[in-house]
C-alpha cells in the first residue's frame, strides 16, 4: 500500500486538474443535465395547431375589438416592442387595473400551467377566461363579443376556414383556440439552444461564465428544463418574507388565493427566464426595475 501511494496521489491530482484544459466541455455536460433546447412548436391534443387557426390568432391577437370598449388588445399587455411583455409594474385593461405584472407570453405555452400562480390550465384557457375577465377585456358575456364578431364577415369566414366541418364556427371556445395555436408558436430559439444541442462556441466564455455560477450557487434548482423555469411552484422569500427585498407595496399572498391552503401562502410559478433582459420590470408584482 506504502508503495502505491504517490501513484494515487499522482492519479487524484490528474483527475481533478482536467478539466482546467478543456473548460467548455464540463459545462455543456452540466447545461444538459438541466436544460434542453426549445421545440419547434408546443403541441396539444386539444388543439391541434393548424396555418388556419395561426393566423386567425394572430390577427384576434391584435383586434382591439376583443374587448367592450375596442380599445384593448391581447397587444395592448403584450405588446411587441416589449417582447409581448409590458414595461408597467401592473397595466390597466378596458375596465380596470390588472393585478399582477404581464409576463410574455412568448415560449409561454410550453409552462405547465398559465398566470403567476396557476389559476389558468393552458393558453387556450387563458384565453378564453381572458375575453371576459372584468379587469382585461371588461366583457359581460362571451356572447357579447361572439356577436360582435359574427357581425364581421371577414372573421366569419376566417372562422370557417379555420375550423372546417363546424356547424358553428364562431364560438368563445374556437377564439379561444385560435389565439392559443398562435401562441404555441410563438417560440424564440436561441444560442443557448444552439449549445445545448453541441455548438460550443454558440456562447461566449462570460456567458459560459455566468452559466456556470447560475448553476454552481442553486439557481438551477428552480429554474430548469426547457424554459429554465415555469415547470413548479415555489415559496418566494424561502428565508425571509420577500417584500423584505423587493419593497413591494402591497403584499400578494400567491396561490394561496386559488388554494386557500397554508402551505400555499407566497407561493408563486417559477417564471421562465427565456428573454428575461427584455421584459423588466420584475416579479410577479413588477417591483423590481433590474435584473442585477
Ligand atoms: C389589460 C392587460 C392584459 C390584456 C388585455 C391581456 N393580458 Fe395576458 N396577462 C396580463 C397580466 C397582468 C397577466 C398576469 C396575470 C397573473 O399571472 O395573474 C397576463 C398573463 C398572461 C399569460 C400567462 C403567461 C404566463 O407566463 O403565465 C398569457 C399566456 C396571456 N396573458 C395571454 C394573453 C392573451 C392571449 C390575451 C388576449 C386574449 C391577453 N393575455 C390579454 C395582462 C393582460
Ligand atoms: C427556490 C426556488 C428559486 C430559486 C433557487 C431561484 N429562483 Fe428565481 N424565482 C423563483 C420564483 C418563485 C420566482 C417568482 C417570484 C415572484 O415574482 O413572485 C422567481 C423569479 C425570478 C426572476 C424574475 C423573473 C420575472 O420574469 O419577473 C428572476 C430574474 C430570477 N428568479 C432569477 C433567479 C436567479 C438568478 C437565481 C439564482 C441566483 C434564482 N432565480 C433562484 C424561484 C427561485
Redo the contacts with the bound molecule.
Keep these: 500500500m506504502k508503495d502505491y501511494l504517490p501513484l494515487i496521489i499522482i492519479t487524484i491530482i490528474i483527475a481533478c486538474s482536467k478539466p482546467k484544459e478543456n473548460d467548455e466541455e464540463p459545462i455543456l455536460n452540466e447545461a444538459k443535465k438541466f436544460f434542453s433546447p426549445l421545440p419547434d412548436t408546443f403541441q396539444s391534443q386539444d388543439n391541434p395547431i393548424t396555418k388556419q387557426k395561426v393566423e386567425l390568432g394572430k390577427m384576434l391577437f391584435f383586434e382591439r375589438r376583443l374587448s367592450v370598449n375596442n380599445m384593448v388588445s391581447c397587444a395592448t399587455c403584450h405588446a411587441i416592442e416589449y417582447y409581448y411583455s409590458s414595461p408597467a409594474p401592473k397595466q390597466m385593461g378596458a375596465l380596470e387595473l390588472q393585478p399582477r ?1 404581464a ?1 410574455t407570453v412568448l415560449n409561454a405555452a410550453g409552462q405547465f400551467v398559465q398566470h ?1 400562480v396557476g389559476n389558468r390550465k393552458d393558453v387556450e384557457d387563458q384565453a378564453f377566461k381572458s375575453l371576459t375577465g372584468r379587469a382585461a377585456f371588461g366583457n359581460p358575456s362571451e356572447e357579447e363579443v361572439v356577436n360582435k364578431l359574427k357581425k364581421i364577415p371577414q372573421y366569419v369566414e376566417l372562422f370557417k376556414k379555420a375550423f372546417p366541418n363546424e356547424r358553428d364556427p364562431l364560438t368563445a371556445e374556437n377564439i379561444a383556440k385560435a389565439i392559443g395555436a398562435f401562441e404555441r408558436v410563438l417560440i424564440t430559439p436561441s444560442r443557448f439552444d444552439k449549445f445545448l444541442k453541441g455548438d460550443k462556441k454558440a456562447l461566449t466564455e462570460q456567458e459560459k461564465k455566468g452559466l456556470k455560477t ?1 448553476i454552481e ?3 438551477v ?3 430548469n428544463g426547457v424554459l429554465v ?1 415555469g415547470n413548479t ?4 422569500g ?1 428565508f425571509e418574507p ?1 417584500w423584505k427585498y423587493t419593497k413591494s407595496d402591497s403584499i ?1 399572498e ?1 396561490r394561496y388565493v386559488v388554494t386557500k391552503k397554508d402551505e400555499d401562502k407566497y407561493v ?4 421562465s ?1 427565456r428573454n ?1 433582459v427584455m ?1 423588466p420590470p ?4 413588477g417591483s423590481v426595475e433590474s ?1 442585477e
Design positions: 405584472n409576463q403567476w447560475f450557487v442553486g439557481c434548482v428552480c429554474h423555469g411552484y415555489q415559496k418566494f424561502i420577500y400578494d400567491g408563486f410559478k417559477v417564471p427566464l428575461v421584459t420584475y416579479f410577479h408584482d435584473l
